[in-house]
């Protein structure tokens, strides 16, 4: 565990910090890894027809870098992983900056991708990081589509998803199919129970 801590990187960056995503790229390769994939978050400037001026990221800090930390150790029980970078801003992001950046290496891509498209997914579904996005005429708190897909998928809400966050939920990916490198099929275990995503 100590080891596998040592490669990960998960960094919550004060208001008005950017993401230097050289540095996390840098900070995952290796010349044992053949692949790096990396997927960055970046605000568009308009949401269903409103212009939009910026997203505000606020967040429990601690809690949140306890729960990616879970995830990038799901990550590492399902794919063989060389080292992780996370980093997520607070504060306000302007249009065109990142707000998320996640690098991943692996021996392999398809390793790398599948890893990077899962953190990212559970990062938004379950971490405790808030958005609020502006427009030009008003602003509102989001939620993200997969906090709510997950909510659902519990069917009991949010209480039930707080014991279950940042639980160090086992994760196996069964037969990964061969049209794609992200079309795995995961199950997550928690309490004896199993989900299949």
Same mark, same amino acid.
């Given at each position: ?61 601690p ?10 150790? =799901?990550? /590492? ?13 607070? @504060?306000? *992001?302007? $249009? ?30 379950s ?35 707080a014991?279950?966050?940042? =639980?160090? /939920? ?13 079309? @795995?099929? *995961?199950? $997550?275990?928690?309490?004896?129970a199993?989900?299949?995503?």
């Amino acid at each position: 565990m100590a080891n596998e801590e040592e490669k990960n990187v998960i960094e919550i960056l004060e208001e008005n910090v950017e993401i230097d995503m050289g540095k996390y790229i840098k900070y995952v390769q290796a010349p044992q890894c053949g692949a790096i994939a990396t997927f960055s978050g970046t605000t568009r400037d308009t949401f269903q027809g409103k212009t939009v001026l910026e997203l505000r990221y606020e967040a429990y800090v601690p809690m949140a870098i306890r729960c990616i930390k879970s995830i990038c150790s =799901s990550a /590492r029980s399902a794919w063989n992983l060389d080292s992780i970078a996370v980093a997520h801003r607070l @504060g306000p *992001v302007p $249009v065109g900056e990142s707000s998320v950046f996640i690098a991943v290496s692996s021996v392999h891509r398809a390793d790398a991708l599948d890893a990077c498209k899962f953190l990212i997914d559970e990062i938004k579904a379950s971490v405790p990081i808030w958005k609020k996005e502006v427009y030009t005429n008003g602003e509102v708190w989001k939620e993200n589509s997969e906090f709510f897909e997950r909510r659902l998928e519990l069917g009991n809400g949010v209480e039930d998803l707080a014991g279950r966050v940042c =639980s160090g /939920r086992k994760v196996e990916v069964d037969e990964p199919r061969k049209k794609g490198c992200c079309a @795995g099929k *995961v199950k $997550v275990e928690n309490n004896g129970a199993t989900d299949s995503r």
